[in-house]
């Protein structure tokens, strides 16, 4: 999270970083916040932030992104999780691209505010950006977080927002998404019991569905990504970022 103090106040903002437009939103009369996404595929050194008011030449700022370790985790699943029988190829490929159309066409306006909260109180038991074997084959890097949570346990919206999809999906099973607005999202993948259709505004604590296993799973969990501004980042450093003092 970057501050900005401008003096004197301006009546709008714009931010880019990691070849992405961010969205600056206002905070007082000369202060501005904006969320950085650093995805996990952005290479360790200093690249730069773009800060610009429309009367003004922009200004650059520094931010060093240091590197990472990440662990392996070996999973085994059906089968047809790893490889795909050919029939499923056009509904994942259909499904893929719905979500770049969503990630794409997040509200103008700023639905959450303040801190975001756990959707689930159980313990996180798999980390962000470990890499996957799933049957001994290597896959993608765990773009989420997920939760040790029993099937059935009530699934909370981690802040405001409006659902935008809320439906079965090949690999992430019954899968609801909320923009929370200024191209901030949340995903809950595996869920056994969906309660909300798209278009539903929901609050902080509003349930959104169930703990289930449906889908790409072993057994049993939520399953919680964030996307800001199209960047894959780790929901528990959202949780972290959005608790520090606003002053």
Do not use: C
Request: glycine share 8%.
């Amino acid at each position: 999270m970057l501050t900005v103090r401008t003096t004197p106040p301006v009546g709008a903002l714009t931010a880019r970083a990691f070849n992405r437009d961010l969205a600056p939103f206002r905070v007082d009369a000369s202060r501005w916040r904006v969320l950085v996404g650093i995805d996990l595929a952005v290479k360790p050194g200093k690249h730069e932030v773009t800060i610009a008011e429309s009367d003004s030449a922009p200004v650059k700022f520094p931010l060093v992104v240091t590197g990472r370790a990440f662990g392996v985790r070996k999973l085994t699943v059906d089968p047809a999780f790893v490889t795909p029988p050919p029939e499923a190829a056009e509904r994942i490929e259909r499904e893929a691209a719905e979500l770049e159309r969503i990630w794409a066409a997040s509200s103008a306006s700023r639905l959450w505010a303040g801190r975001f909260v756990r959707p689930v109180p159980h313990a996180a038991n798999s980390a962000f950006g470990t890499r996957s074997v799933f049957n001994g084959e290597p896959r993608s890097q765990h773009s989420g977080a997920d939760f040790r949570s029993p099937a059935g346990a009530p699934i909370k919206a981690p802040n405001a927002g409006r659902v935008v999809l809320a439906s079965s999906r090949y690999f992430s099973g019954d899968t609801v998404v909320i923009d929370h607005g200024l191209g901030l999202f949340s995903l809950f993948a595996h869920l056994s019991v969906v309660s909300v259709k798209p278009g539903d505004l929901v609050k902080a604590g509003d349930v959104v569905g169930e703990v289930g296993s449906s889908g790409r799973v072993t057994g049993p969990h939520l399953h919680w990504a964030v996307r800001i501004n199209g960047a894959r980042v780790d929901p528990l450093s959202l949780l972290f970022v959005l608790a520090l003092p606003s002053n």
